[in-house]
């Protein structure tokens, strides 16, 4: 890319897979595998175009990760694992541009909800209404208005802010509960993916 485009001065980390397996049940290679494409990936470009971007002290970083990386989701652990680690990755590097001095550099996390690229076709919410599934469509254009006010982290949809918030403030036992209530113990219990192409 940089030898046919040069430098970049938006980068959006937006590759993801997901295996939807327990932890016990899924293959030690679909791990890794998800752990290269989910987090690793992020390196490796953030390694090539952030240079010219504190070059310039100009430049925004995008990481689409999850809200499976703000709380553990059952049967999503390398999922969870590797979105965690996207969201602490880009935090960590804004925190480097800060130190740096690099005020021109700046930072999106996105983390939404299902979103119905097929992906996580068979996942349903036990509340719709309150949790849908969301459509890239609105998730693209949230994104964008995100970049255009300099947003630092979207969560999709807002009823996730209040659920995290929640999160760190109610013991575990009780976080646990709401997560029950919410289905959010069940909702890979369907899963089925995106069709493989033949």
């Known amino acids: 890319v940089k030898k046919e485009v040069g430098d970049v001065s938006i980068l959006i980390n937006n590759a993801g897979i997901v295996t939807g397996k327990a932890f016990l049940d899924c293959p030690d290679s679909l791990v890794e595998k998800s752990m290269e494409v989910n987090i690793m990936a992020h390196f490796w470009t953030y390694k090539a175009f952030l240079p010219a971007m504190i070059a310039s002290n100009h430049g925004h970083l995008v990481s689409i990760a999850s809200a499976a990386g703000l709380t553990g989701v059952s049967s999503l652990s390398d999922y969870c694992a590797s979105k965690f680690a996207a969201v602490g990755f880009a935090e960590s590097v804004d925190l480097e541009m800060r130190v740096l001095g690099k005020s021109g550099i700046k930072t999106t996390i996105v983390c939404p909800y299902f979103i119905n690229t097929g992906m996580f076709d068979g996942c349903r919410s036990k509340w719709p209404r309150l949790l849908p599934g ?53 909702v890979m219990d369907n899963f089925k993916g995106r069709a493989k192409k033949d």
């Open 134 to 186: 969301l459509e890239p469509e609105y998730v693209a254009d949230k994104i964008m208005t995100a970049i255009r006010r300099d947003q630092e982290i979207v969560l999709l949809p807002r009823i996730l802010y209040f659920f995290l918030i929640l999160k760190h403030l109610v013991p575990v036992k009780l976080s646990i509960l709401f997560l029950d209530y919410f289905g959010n113990l069940h």
